[in-house]
Nanobody
Framework: QVQLVESGGGLVQAGGSLRLSCTASGTIFSANAMAWYRRAPGNERELVAEATGGKPVLTHYADSVKGRFTISRDNAKRTVDLQMNSLKPEDTGVYYC??????????????WGQGTQVTVSS
């Protein structure tokens, strides 16, 4: 059974930073693609950032967060983090850690965390 647990959400002023962390347990990690999604109020869930499994690790970002967010993974600790800088009010939403059975992020994730709230005030 796979479990993904997020931490690190909270309230921050525009221009500030937050770091989200996700710890994985079960039959998932180093070979599996991992990604962060978010759902803003009234919007569909959207992909924020993804990191492939295996080596080398390749990353991909939504255009809206490029240059501000960084995804990183530590396979030894079974964690995947999302460093968020220069936050904007439109970054507000529930952020989900997700995992895939595959090495690359194809289609919808297979596993989801419970989500953590990020609120950016203007």
């Amino acid at each position: 059974q796979v479990q993904l647990v997020e931490s690190g959400g909270g309230l921050v002023q525009a221009g500030g930073s937050l770091r989200l962390s996700c710890t994985a347990s079960g039959t998932i990690f180093s070979a599996n693609a991992m990604a962060w999604y978010r759902r803003a109020p009234g919007n569909e869930r959207e992909l924020v950032a993804e990191a492939t499994g295996g080596k080398p690790v390749l990353t991909h970002y939504a255009d809206s967060v490029k240059g501000r967010f960084t995804i990183s993974r530590d396979n030894a600790k079974r964690t995947v983090d999302l460093q968020m800088n220069s936050l904007k009010p439109e970054d507000t939403g529930v952020y989900y850690c997700t995992g895939y059975r595959s090495t690359v992020a194809l289609g919808n994730p297979d596993y989801w965390g419970q989500g953590t709230q990020v609120t950016v005030s203007s």
